[in-house]
């Protein structure tokens, strides 16, 4: 037998970079991220619509409009970074959306709201979304 090697010497494999075990970049952000954060944008603009549309705007209207805008605006900016928390908080939001749809066909009231229609389905949009295998790759742990 040859004689063994140092066991309290270091390991001598270099460890790339851009190896796919790393999480990748933290600068470049997919496509499909892009894409989420613009109907994301959308999804806020449709959703103060549909707040301005159900009564006559008036001072609590564009008080709950400024507040959906800094949240929404929190997210986005979690989901910019990468904040894997968050992907799973609009992801469970979402159920909350699907029980508003769900409510607002069950009344047949779906024709009296087009706005917030459509920021539903661009909300359950939004949360497939966050599954593709681009946009899961950006949100996994990355190493420093």
Not at 1 to 11: D, K
Request: positive net charge; hydrophobic residues 55%; charged residues 15%.
């Amino acid at each position: 037998m040859s004689a063994s090697e140092n066991p309290y010497r270091s390991p001598l494999g270099v460890i790339d970079a851009d190896s796919p075990g790393l999480g990748g970049s933290p600068g470049a952000r997919p496509l499909g991220l892009w894409v989420l954060l613009l109907c994301y944008a959308w999804y806020y603009l449709l959703e103060t619509a549909s707040w301005l549309l159900v009564g006559r705007p008036g001072r609590t209207e564009f008080i709950v409009a400024i507040a959906i805008g800094v949240y929404s605006l929190c997210v986005g900016i979690c989901l910019w970074r990468g904040v894997n928390w968050v992907r799973w908080w609009v992801v469970i939001t979402t159920l909350l959306v699907l029980l508003l749809l769900w409510f607002m066909a069950s009344r047949f009231i779906l024709d009296d709201n087009v706005p917030a229609v459509l920021a539903c389905l661009l909300r359950v949009a939004i949360a497939v979304m966050l599954f593709l295998p681009s946009v899961r790759r950006w949100f996994a742990p990355r190493r420093v």
